[in-house]
């Protein structure tokens, strides 16, 4: 199997899943107790705590654990609205966050306040001048992410957290994508509050964690028993903490080397897909993304079909195609960047990972070419003889 | 979602693909906006029975199964009774269809009902 899905998630590391194990088994202790195996988990969670303030470069008791990306990005983002309710209802944000972040703004609109959701241009990257347009007197928030899920476009976060800090306006990043794939510096981009999450760093699901500045203090969004000191209540998840603390250590670690092995990959993959497929395009930025994601479109191709014959040669990938989403709609981040819907039903994601060898390239363009063409040889909208699209009339067909 | 052991076999093999050069009739549904469009070929002899009948899909992996359904039930069978197969009977024969696909790329009976109008219309 070529698994090449690790945006959506990440295989757990051996080394994480050891250090996990003794907290599973005779470790199994309560950290709010006194006893030496209380203690035990809480030395075991401080440790956890101090790795994951390191890889963003945070101060520990500046981290507060959650239950993944999507609790932290709510708590960030309600929280925030809920402590300055009465200084402004105003929130800068993108089109393109993941839905953590989309969907908590859309809710709060429901209780007055108000979202700028700002475009990105073509590349997948906003306009810093369109952040300064939008900024009004009571903007209280702006949640920019650092690097997108589907497209893996960089913003230029610390260009965001200087205008935020000059207007004195609180900045949220979600870097849930970003964190051990690319450096991620709190203290550099003046960032308030930054969501992370284990499982896409090669840690266990069910855990993350919230960067909270010194100083900003937000209300709880689990109340309850007072742990976490006082800001998240719940016994903590203490063998998945470990496991996040462990790969975020390893992250830091491995930076350098990943980052090197996984953009030869990504670049290998890139050059040989648009070289060997025709009518075949990147999607995103060539420079300014993530090393390890791969978004490409091929025309006159639908996605589930591509994914599902991937499946069966065992190559995992994900595509922005309605067809494939629950709620049938084409990915609204490749409709940011201005792609026709017809051409977004035929995007493929590869999102590598430390699995993936420059071995895996071959295999899997091979296969994609073989794929594509087969799918196109059924298509009503590829002319087999010139091996080239049909252009056609959206309007000429009927909806259904 | 999850598709049949029947639905996955005519996705990942599907019978009766391609054109047919001046077919009797012909006739496309969807919209590739949405995701699925397919066409579907049909050559009728004179006693209007479907002698041959091809189709070609752009759509998800419903949509080519149900096209590819169509074709084996549809062939061989007087144009009258071929009108008279429905989504559903395309739905049943694949040992049913996810519920979220039931409508959007469930489309091969209207497609065939196209072909099959595509002629009466040029034999009137």
Request: negative net charge; contains cysteine.
């Amino acid at each position: 199997m070529i698994y090449m899905d690790n945006s959506a998630t990440s295989p757990i590391k051996e080394e994480v899943l050891n250090e996990m194990l003794p907290y599973l088994k005779e470790e199994f202790g309560n950290p709010s107790t006194l006893y030496t195996l209380g203690r035990n988990a809480k030395k075991g969670l401080d440790q956890a705590r101090a790795n994951v303030a390191d890889l963003i470069n945070a101060d520990s008791k500046e981290i507060v654990f959650t239950s993944g990306g999507t609790e932290s990005d709510n708590w960030a983002i309600k929280g925030i609205a809920i402590k300055l309710r009465d200084e402004g209802k105003h929130i800068i944000t993108t089109e393109i966050e993941h839905p953590a972040v989309k969907n908590t703004c859309e809710y709060l609109e429901n209780f007055g306040f108000e979202t700028t959701y700002l475009p990105v241009q073509e590349n997948g990257i906003i306009s810093i001048e369109d952040l300064k347009n939008a900024i009004r007197e009571d903007t209280i928030l702006i949640s920019v992410m650092h690097a997108n899920n589907e497209i893996g476009t960089i913003q230029p976060i610390e260009e965001i957290g200087k205008i935020a800090k000059e207007k004195d306006i609180i900045f949220h990043c979600d870097a849930v994508q970003s964190i051990g794939k690319i450096p991620v510096d709190v203290k550099a981009a003046n960032i308030d509050l930054l969501s992370m999450s284990s499982h896409k760093i090669y840690g266990p699901k069910g855990v993350g964690a919230l960067f909270i500045r010194k100083g900003l203090r937000l209300d709880p969004y689990i109340h309850g028993g007072g742990q976490e000191g006082g800001k998240r209540s719940g016994t903590e998840n203490v063998a998945g903490i470990i496991g996040f603390g462990k790969a975020a250590e390893i992250a830091k670690r491995d930076l350098e080397a990943n980052t090197e092995q996984l953009t030869a990959i990504r670049d290998a993959l890139i050059e040989k897909i648009l070289d060997r497929i025709p009518e075949s395009y990147l999607n995103g930025d060539p420079d300014t993304r993530l090393p390890n994601n791969v978004n490409v479109r091929f025309a006159a191709i639908e996605g589930e079909s591509m994914i599902l014959r991937l499946d069966a040669k065992g190559i995992n990938g994900a595509t922005g195609s309605a067809c494939s989403s629950k709620s049938l709609s084409p990915s609204y981040v490749l409709s940011a960047l201005g792609l026709a819907d017809a051409d977004i039903h035929g995007s493929l994601r590869l999102s590598l990972g430390t699995e993936n060898s420059l071995e895996d390239v071959d295999t899997v363009v091979d296969t994609l070419e073989e794929i594509v063409a087969t799918l196109r040889t059924m298509s009503p909208i590829w002319d087999n003889e010139k091996n080239a699209s049909i252009a056609f009339d959206e309007s000429s067909f009927t909806s259904h | 979602m999850e598709y049949s052991d029947k639905v996955m076999d005519h996705f990942a093999n599907p019978r009766n693909t391609g054109r047919i050069e001046n077919p009797s009739g012909q006739g496309t549904v969807g919209n590739p906006t949405c995701g699925d469009l397919m066409t579907i070929y049909i050559d009728v002899d004179d006693n209007d029975v479907i002698q041959d009948i091809k189709f070609e899909t752009f759509g998800c992996g419903a949509a080519i199964a149900t096209s590819s359904m169509i074709t084996e039930m549809a062939v061989g069978m007087p144009i009258e009774d071929a009108l008279k197969i429905s989504r559903n009977d395309v739905a049943d024969e694949l040992d049913g269809l996810p519920p979220v696909k039931m409508h959007c790329s469930n489309l091969a009976a209207d497609a065939l009902r196209a072909a099959i109008d595509d002629y009466k219309q040029k034999n009137q």
